[in-house]
């Protein structure tokens, strides 16, 4: 066998000078956040924004032992107790870690963090009303914004906690006085629309805000907020969606299969969120967008 040649020498000072730089550029981060130019939650929104930064090649070590009062002891607890490996980068941290770590320094930093806008969209009868419902009950600290519609309520719905269920003159209304953050006619029927001063005040507040949406709505909204965390609830299988549209039993066969036709044309498009989720089971899924909701926007 051959030995491997090796590199020519300008391709060797070319990589010395590159790995000095991404050095002395993560130092200045350390720096940064040492002497209180910048927060550790800002580094690493900065790292999982834009990969090749050099935020992003920061290790979770050199990061929390940045931080002020925050020496080598306690920092290698901290990672211990989050489950984050001596190694690893900022930018490699998985969706879990991300959101502990982030949590974990929001606590320590104190202040009020940038409230945070998740939507929540899917295929119809994929289970975003039961999903949004557990996290109603169990995560009461999230605020989960209410939708207005002109259609009917179903059974066992409640006017102001489901939907607010509003005549076809109200709607009208609420689109002139620009009181919507976004508005779409769903599967040819009826109107569904965002009411806009309750979602401000709380991302005013620093509060997280749960908006379950139909596909349309979503795109809008992100166009409105490019902020916005956009998470795709997906079936676990076709055959399962359709059996759940089919024996929940609140549409016609001819609404059935209008919106099955929908539903087959907006499971194509859930390559445009950042986040998709499986609700194979209710609980999981909901403890998977709670989640996603303590993770700043960026795409994993």
Do not use: C
């Not at 080598?72 to 969706?95: D, H, Q």
């Not at 914004?145 to 059974?155: C, F, G, K």
Request: charged content about 25%; proline content about 7%.
């Amino acid at each position: 066998m051959n030995p491997r040649p090796d590199p020519p020498e300008v391709d060797r000072v070319a990589a010395s000078r590159a790995a000095v730089a991404a050095r002395r550029a993560r130092a200045a981060v350390k720096h940064d956040i040492a002497t209180h130019s910048r927060t550790a939650r800002d580094v690493l929104d900065t790292a999982w924004t834009n990969p090749g930064s050099a935020e992003a090649g920061l290790r979770v070590r050199e990061l929390l032992t940045s931080v002020p009062t925050l020496g080598p002891v306690r920092a290698a607890k901290v990672m211990t107790e989050l489950g984050i490996a001596e190694s690893k980068r900022a930018a490699g941290l998985g969706t879990r870690q991300r959101s502990e770590l982030w949590n974990y320094l929001q606590g320590r930093e104190g202040g009020i963090a940038p409230g945070r806008l998740v939507v929540l969209a899917g295929p119809t009868a994929v289970g975003k009303g039961s999903v949004s419902a557990y996290i109603r009950e169990k995560y009461p600290e999230i605020h989960l914004s209410v939708s207005a519609t002109t259609r009917p309520p179903r059974t066992g719905e409640i006017d102001g906690v489901h939907y607010f269920f509003v005549s076809d003159a109200e709607f009208d209304r609420m689109i002139s006085a620009h009181e919507l953050l976004e508005w779409a006619v769903v599967h040819n029927s009826y109107r569904y629309g965002t009411p806009r001063p309750s979602i401000d005040a709380a991302l005013e507040a620093g509060k997280r805000v749960l908006l379950e949406i139909d596909l349309q709505g979503a795109r809008n909204v992100k166009a409105e907020l490019p902020s916005a965390v956009l998470v795709f609830l997906l079936p676990p299988s076709w055959e399962e969606l359709v059996r759940r549209l089919t024996t929940r039993g609140t549409e016609d066969p001819a609404d059935q299969a209008r919106r099955l036709e929908t539903a087959r044309v907006e499971l194509a498009a859930q390559d445009e969120f950042d986040y998709r989720v499986v609700n194979t089971e209710v609980g999981q899924a909901a403890r998977e967008v709670v989640e996603l909701m303590a993770v700043p926007s960026h795409r994993p």
